[in-house]
């Protein structure tokens, strides 16, 4: 139950800056979820955060109190690892207990904290196993109990779900967020799975590159995406960035009748594919040629091409046209998002529709 | 930064920016692998380097009856090739490693393929047995030796009575003493060195033989042409390690069963250093050969690493 | 060391194999078990005689501790080795464990010399260290036979690679649960090096116990003594007349590697030959 603040926090490994300028507050109980490709920064920050990896320049605090050079056993925190990092020569009840044991707590209160974490884990039975004979969910769940069981301040998460299998990455998932909604202890989780961010955040952090792109709810994050990076790794299949300036006729045209195509030339627009319906051609709506239908269950994912530049939309499947076919491609004007073609940022309609 | 982060950091002693500090740059004092490492650079350093220095050093020096050494320059490295001892000493090498190459780098080669070739527990015992003269020691391994060798009352005698035959003194004949040592050691190692092959024809693929078997070839075949030449990186690496040792390590038999004698029939280029040093107490010379010794090591070491380089065949 | 019988022998060829393998098992046993067999004969037995003894005695074994102080021999070489291996294997593994876990200016340099330490022979040293012995007063002492041969680059070496092939995220786990590095050294690293050290210890015993060169040089009196100098004294000594005692002790001697040997037969042949094949 507490608070974090990252300040203008940075590293650098030599030359390269791993993260440029972290600021983040965490609120107290809040699920915080980093997120971004491979070689971001989440990882790195999270890291910082437990005290594995030392802080180039700026601050880390929890509940006003500066740790950012404290070893990680005084920071109060625990931490579930990718590859869980169970102690293999060691018994289920060990590994869980192992930190309470250093803390030299008495033997009846650590088996008492142990089978009660345990049972809210569904693995008491699991206890005088090792870890080598168990499956990759057990071996999560104990993971997860040997942070629970110390009752820190905050709870780290290290891509957790990342070596589960798909099925059991969604049922894992839930169980981790209800978990920590009744536990109540402020979390910072890692992945690179934009699924993870959405469905468990309360906000999300994206990083790319060591900087961060955007902070906020997911529902901010979906709706109000700060960037083109953002706009494309948030939502599956990614949102289509279309560039302006890039197309003679079609879209170019239609927003050349309102904004003229040398104000186009800096503006990328995006739509999301489900935003996106086709209709018949005709004279208004731009024209598509369809590439490719993929089936996914109830709906259709359908590629196409628009002056060389491809889009995805997603219809039912019985409104998916055949391949080959030129439809038309029509949107509402809401759910139109604007950017700024050089910087990526984004841009207000009316600044991008006006100029 | 608050000022109780950085009383926390300079009580760590740490960076500003972590500048070295990769994976494993998690906040601890900087000083802690440099601890951890202390006590062994100290030791080696005091007990392998300083010492070396001081050997090339001595190389140079003559000890005075009055007790100040004095500088000699390279009167020693002459002396000492000069001094028949020596030369005794260094032809015992050479007739030494010579022998030695049939004796321990190349019989144990068909000793390693008849032991691939029989039933696993037949070879399991084999393996066994001859593996044990690697752990006895060299002390007792000599004493043994002389006893079963001596003419009078050894074991080799008694087996030999009953025929009317007389084992000669081997150890205290000047021309078969040598050979009598070279024996010894060879019962010590062939077991280790057989070992050494095994474990070499163990770790060649298997699928150019199956390969060349499948095209129709025989044993014969595949033992010439695949299999010696894959073996030959251990093989190599068997006759640079016999030379080596045999040079450097063959000390304890010649210091029990002959003393380097008779007449330095036995002494080889190590135990010489040894002999000037308590018997003759002429450390310049000791420290010269040596000296010598270690350059002549080196440059065969120096050999073995640019032949390794060109000879792998992965 | 599992091996499929790659070769099949022709008849007289295979009949060979078998012929030349059991000459030279006899060759190693027939020695080894006349020694035995000595060490249990009466003097009137010993020369001459059968190989086996006729009137088993084990008064050998009883006259080579009243005949030289072969008590304190044993007993010196089993303190020193035990002391010098627990310290060479301590040193080895923080210096390991330094290497292995931590990045630092000048780390390979420094691993990189420990390395270079390995090359250099014995004879090349011996001098000058027997000198400084000597001036340190350690001449005929325990401390002689053991400080100076407690850096060992090569048990450095092994535990370093093992140490590296670690999961990195055990020490980040361990650090979060609170250990420091003594802590996780102990609950953490060492359950699971236990095969390497095993292996280690067995390699560095038998080089320490059957070592002769250097106890030569530094021991003079029984105080310190080891066997394995006690023994060649003794044959010294009483060249001829006592030679059942002598074998007696030279059974003694060599009696506790060889029941290690028997105990753990596989991973001593295992370790020495990989040893040797790194060293």
């Not at chain 1, 990680?72 to 925190?77: E, V």
């Not at chain 2, 350093?45 to 005075?64: A, C, D, H, K, V």
């Not at chain 2, 007790?67 to 260094?90: H, I, K, L, M």
């Not at chain 3, 040089?217 to 030679?243: C, K, W, Y």
Request: with cysteine.
């Amino acid at each position: 139950m507490s608070t974090i603040q990252f300040s203008s926090v940075r590293k650098t490994f030599g030359d390269v800056t791993a993260v440029d300028r972290l600021d983040l507050a965490v609120g107290n109980g809040e699920f915080v979820v980093f997120v971004g490709p491979s070689g971001c920064g989440k990882t790195t920050s999270l890291r910082m955060l437990a005290g594995l990896d030392e802080v180039s320049s700026g601050c880390i605090f929890i509940d006003d109190r500066d740790i950012t050079w404290a070893p990680p056993r005084d920071r109060d925190m625990a931490m579930v690892f990718q590859s869980y990092a169970l102690y293999p020569h060691m018994t289920v009840a060990e590994n869980i207990s192992f930190a309470l044991t250093l803390r030299r707590m008495g033997r009846r209160e650590i088996a008492e904290r142990v089978q009660r974490a345990a049972d809210m884990l569904d693995i008491g039975h699991l206890l005088q196993r090792r870890p080598k004979e168990l499956s990759g969910g057990q071996r999560q769940r104990v993971a997860v109990c040997r942070a629970i069981v110390r009752d820190p301040k905050v709870f780290l998460f290290d891509e957790p779900l990342s070596n589960l299998d798909p099925q059991l990455r969604t049922s894992a998932r839930g169980e981790i967020r209800a978990l920590q909604r009744r536990l109540g202890v402020t979390s910072v989780y890692v992945t690179h799975d934009q699924i993870e961010a959405m469905t468990m955040a309360d906000r999300i952090v994206v990083m790319r590159d060591g900087k961060v792109q955007q902070i906020g709810t997911p529902v901010e994050v979906f709706e109000r995406p700060a960037n083109i990076f953002v706009a494309g790794f948030i939502g599956s299949p990614p949102m289509n960035i279309l560039h302006l300036a890039a197309l003679k006729n079609g879209i170019g045209a239609y927003f050349g009748a309102h904004i003229g195509t040398e104000n186009g030339a800096g503006i990328a627009l995006g739509l999301r594919p489900e935003h996106l319906t086709f209709r018949s051609v005709g004279t208004d709506a731009p024209t598509v040629r369809i590439t490719q239908v993929e089936m996914i269950g109830y709906e259709c994912l359908v590629s196409a091409e628009i002056s060389h530049q491809r889009i995805i939309v997603r219809v039912e499947r019985g409104l998916a046209p055949d391949v080959g076919e030129t439809v038309g491609l029509s949107w509402l004007e809401h759910e139109m998002h604007f950017f700024d073609a050089s910087s990526g940022l984004r841009m207000e309609q009316n600044t991008a529709l006006s100029t | 930064m608050t000022a109780e982060a950085s009383a926390v950091r300079d009580q760590l002693g740490g960076r500003a920016n972590g500048a070295s500090g990769l994976r494993f740059g998690f906040v601890a004092p900087p000083w802690r692998p440099y601890a951890y490492l202390t006590p062994l650079i100290i030791l080696l350093g005091l007990f392998t380097y300083w010492p070396l220095i001081q050997t090339f050093y001595l190389s140079f020096m003559r000890l005075n009856p009055g007790g100040a050494p004095s500088f000699v320059g390279w009167a020693n490295y002459a002396g000492v090739f000069d001094n028949s001892q020596f030369q005794d000493a260094a032809r015992n090498s050479l007739i030494y490693i010579l022998a030695s190459i049939p004796l321990k780098v190349l019989l144990p080669i068909p000793i390693a393929f008849f032991l691939w070739s029989i039933g696993p527990r037949l070879s399991a015992f084999h393996k066994t047995v001859l593996f044990i003269p690697t752990l006895l020691s060299f002390v007792v391994v000599a004493i043994l030796w002389i006893w079963i060798l001596n003419p009078v009352a050894g074991f080799a005698q008694t087996l030999l009575t009953p025929f009317g035959l007389q084992l000669p003194p081997l150890i205290s004949n000047s021309v078969t003493a040598i050979y009598v040592v070279l024996g010894v050691s060879t019962w010590k190692i062939l077991g280790f060195n057989v070992l050494l092959y095994l474990a070499g024809l163990a770790s060649i693929n298997r699928d150019p033989i199956e390969a060349m078997r499948i095209d129709g070839a025989g044993d014969g075949v595949i033992l010439r042409h695949l299999i010696v030449p894959l073996l030959s990186p251990t093989i190599f690496f068997v006759l640079i390690s016999t030379i080596v040792f045999a040079v450097q390590q063959v000390f304890t038999p010649i210091d029990v069963m002959t003393q380097g004698g008779p007449a330095n029939a036995t002494t080889n280029l190590f135990y010489i250093v040894y002999q000037y040093t308590f018997e003759s107490f002429n450390i310049g010379f000791a420290s010269a050969a040596v000296t010598l010794l270690f350059f002549a090591i080196g440059g065969l070491l120096l050999v073995k690493s640019v032949v390794e380089r060109h000879v792998h065949y992965g | 060391m599992a091996e499929t019988r790659l070769l099949t022998l022709s008849r007289p060829l295979a009949a060979i194999a078998h012929i030349v393998l059991a000459v030279l098992a006899v060759s190693v046993l027939m020695p080894l078990f006349l020694v035995v067999s000595a060490s249990f004969k009466p003097p009137p037995e010993i020369y001459g005689g059968y190989p086996w003894p006729v009137s088993p005695t084990t008064d050998n074994y009883l006259r080579v501790f009243d005949k030289v102080p072969f008590g304190l021999y044993l007993w010196n070489s089993f303190a020193t080795t035990a002391l010098r291996v627990g310290g060479q294997l301590v040193i080895a593994f923080f210096a390991a464990y330094a290497f292995a876990h931590y990045e630092f200016p000048g780390r390979a340099t420094i691993f990189a010399l420990i390395l270079a330490a390995m090359m250099i022979p014995h004879q090349m040293v011996f001098l000058p260290l027997y000198l400084l012995i000597s001036d340190m007063g350690w001449f005929d002492t325990w401390t002689a036979l053991i400080v100076p041969n407690l850096a060992m680059p090569l048990a450095v070496f092994l535990l370093r690679q093992h140490l590296l092939s670690f999961p990195r995220e055990l020490y980040d786990a361990a650090a979060i649960d609170g250990a420091g590095d003594l802590l996780t050294m102990w609950h953490v690293v060492l359950p699971n090096v236990k095969p390497v050290l095993a292996a280690l210890t067995i390699v560095l015993f038998v080089d320490c116990w059957n070592e002769y060169f250097w106890p030569l040089l530094v021991t003079e009196s029984p105080n310190s003594m080891t066997a394995q100098i006690g023994i060649r004294r003794f044959m010294d000594a009483e060249r001829g007349d006592e030679i059942g005692p002598l074998m007696a002790g030279v059974v003694l001697v060599s009696l506790p590697v060889l029941i290690a040997f028997v105990l753990f037969q596989r991973q001593i042949m295992q370790t020495f030959v990989s040893v040797g094949i790194k060293g």
